[in-house]
């Protein structure tokens, strides 16, 4: 089983980007499918992206299309999430999650490990 830890966190005005890894520990990362969800506070957690085995899929929320963009690099055990135009409501902590797939998944049950986070913060 592989164990997550995400960086690349920050305080970023609105209109800007950050760039979030997520590195794997593990020799199966490939075998995995992988998420992004994110979670403001007070409110529920939420699927942002997520890609397949070999990167070929993805799948998006309808709020973040056309700004970020999931992307794996199997070689370094890594997925990122490029996040561009950002708005303050993109605020959240922001967890990778990783489930034995070949197709990228959106619900939350069908991940079987998850990163502590990492928080991300919009200013107005």
């Known amino acids: 089983q592989v164990q997550l830890v995400e960086s690349g966190g920050g305080l970023v005005q609105a209109g800007g980007s950050l760039r979030l890894s997520c590195a794997a520990s593990?020799?199966?990362?490939?075998?995995?499918?992988m998420g992004w969800f994110r979670q403001a506070p007070g409110k529920e957690r939420e699927f942002v992206a997520a890609v397949g085995w070999n990167g070929g899929n993805t799948y998006y929320v309808d709020s973040v299309k056309g700004r970020f963009t999931i992307s794996r690099d199997n070689a370094k055990n890594t997925v990122y999430l490029q996040m561009s135009s950002l708005k303050p409501e993109d605020t959240a902590v922001y967890c990778c999650?990783?489930?034995?797939?070949?197709?990228?998944?959106?619900?939350?049950?069908?991940?079987?490990?998850w990163g502590q986070g990492t928080q991300v913060t919009v200013s107005s």
């Open positions: 593990g020799r199966t990362f490939s075998r995995y499918a």
């Open positions: 999650a990783a489930g034995l797939a070949i197709l990228p998944k959106i619900d939350a049950y069908a991940y079987d490990v």
